[in-house]
């Protein structure tokens, strides 16, 4: 029987269907112990002994659901045997019962609505950059120089040679450049790196104090010019900065925060010279050119030996561009559908490794390493060649591949999650660098990952079509 409890002013209402029962009043729990303890014949129960009865008869309700006069069993079940009540009393105790069941709904329906409305609340973007506004301006600055690639209007801090290396690559030029926050010497003040990949270009500061805030270049004398390479250290204010003069020769300078924070200083320096050097020991100080050292010998002579390097990916960062593009790229991280086939890098763990059965010119097995940001490739073990890489979401990209499962069959699939090579670490193979391979989910619902035809043994019209590689 389909029932329904009103409430109009002070005035309870239990509808059912074919019966109305009015009571002139709400009923109280004090009026539904009286009632009880007014029976129609049998002995009267004690205040303790009604309100444990009644107790039984809230439990039952509350358990059944909303009840009428035909669910009267609820009080007649629980009556002590020779006690009996009036249908009127029976009444007003099952509107009180109902007006439990009532309570109860709108309650949980409260607490729904209040979930729902807390679900459908967005959570709102904040910009990284929202408590240093003085390093929003270089950021944007290397949005605008990217898009616009007119080196003869660049700002003075930015750097052209990272604008150039993000536009030669074949993605996106503005999800090649990052920035992110850290405070190096823990004096509260957050410093702006500037990288490619694991590249740092660029490191800027600022003086929280001044009256006017702006970025100050920690570089300032042109230190990171092309061909420089810095490595930061955890927990600690020390950068090591190898500037190159070719394949033979570099000058490794140490630098350190100033006590101010607002600039670094030399702290020693030494020549690279593996020409002119002994074997094994190429390095030495310009002022002491007769005593060589190691590679080792020189981090520990510059304090760096007990020193882990940072890694970029160990704190948020984020591609250089504008707040509404970078509000819009956060989403698709989190996972929303504008990433249909994408493959979560975060989700992947710290490594992953690829195979293909036996390729007379191709590598028998590739593995990734998300911590480090590489990408090994290995002919059974033999012909090692490392790169540096970029892990990336893209717009959909359809890439043609010869099936792993299927040698000769080419099937089109749709990826999301870009692997750019970056520059080669270790080994020979560098035709590779710039190029892009693709994470996707394949048809067994493993991940494969789609690489550049190694072999290039293909005729013309299949020049395009990638190897699959299976997890």
Do not use: C
């Amino acid at each position: 029987m389909k029932k329904l409890l009103l409430m109009v002013g002070t005035v309870l209402l239990l509808w059912i269907p074919g019966n109305v029962l009015y009571a002139q009043d709400e009923v109280s729990r004090e009026t539904a112990i009286e009632l009880i303890q007014s029976p129609l014949n049998g002995e009267i129960l004690s205040d303790e002994d009604a309100e444990a009865l009644l107790t039984e008869w809230e439990a039952a309700t509350l358990e059944n659901g909303t009840i009428g006069t035909d669910d009267s069993w609820i009080i007649t079940d629980y009556l002590p045997e020779g006690l009996h009540l009036e249908h009127e009393t029976q009444r007003d105790i099952l509107l009180y019962l109902n007006s439990l069941v009532a309570e109860e709904s709108e309650a949980e329906e409260t607490v729904e609505e209040e979930v729902s409305e807390e679900e459908s609340v967005e959570e709102e973007f904040v910009d990284p950059l929202e408590d240093y506004p003085e390093y929003r301006t270089i950021v944007n600055d290397y949005y605008m120089a990217i898009e616009n690639n007119d080196p003869a209007v660049f700002p003075d801090h930015v750097n052209p040679k990272a604008v150039e290396d993000a536009r030669d690559l074949n993605l996106d030029a503005i999800l090649m450049v990052h920035y992110g926050l850290l405070d190096f010497d823990g004096n509260g003040v957050e410093e702006l790196i500037l990288f490619n990949y694991n590249q740092v270009f660029d490191v800027f500061t600022t003086d929280l104090e001044a009256e006017e805030r702006v970025a100050i270049p920690l570089f300032q004398d042109e230190s990171l010019a092309e061909r420089s390479h810095v490595t930061l250290y955890e927990d600690s204010s020390k950068m090591l900065v190898r500037a190159s003069g070719g394949a033979k020769y570099a000058e490794w300078t140490l630098f350190d925060m100033a006590e101010d924070g607002l600039v670094i200083e030399v702290v020693d320096t030494m020549i690279f010279d593996e020409a002119n050097s002994p074997t094994d020991t190429p390095f030495y100080r310009e002022q002491e050119p007769e005593v060589y050292y190691t590679h080792d010998e020189m981090l520990e002579s510059f304090g760096l030996n007990d020193l882990s390097e940072l890694n970029l990916s160990a704190i948020d960062t984020y591609p250089v561009m504008s707040i509404e593009a970078l509000e819009e790229i956060l989403a698709q991280e989190e996972g929303d559908d504008s990433l249909p086939y994408a493959v979560y890098f975060d989700s992947l763990g710290e490594s992953m490794s690829f195979y293909m059965a036996e390729s007379p010119n191709a590598p028998s097995q590739i593995d990734l390493d998300l911590v480090n940001g590489t990408l090994t490739t290995s002919f059974n073990g033999e012909n090692v060649n490392v790169y540096s890489v970029s892990f990336d979401y893209v717009a959909e990209t359809d890439v043609r591949v010869f099936s792993a499962n299927a040698p000769g069959d080419i099937r089109t699939i749709t990826a999301n999650s870009a692997i750019t090579i970056y520059e080669i670490l270790e080994g020979s193979q560098a035709e590779v660098v710039g190029q892009t391979f693709y994470l996707f989910y394949n048809l067994d619902g493993g991940i494969s990952l789609a690489t550049p035809n190694f072999a290039g043994n293909v005729e013309p019209d299949q020049a395009d079509v990638m190897l699959e590689y299976l997890n």
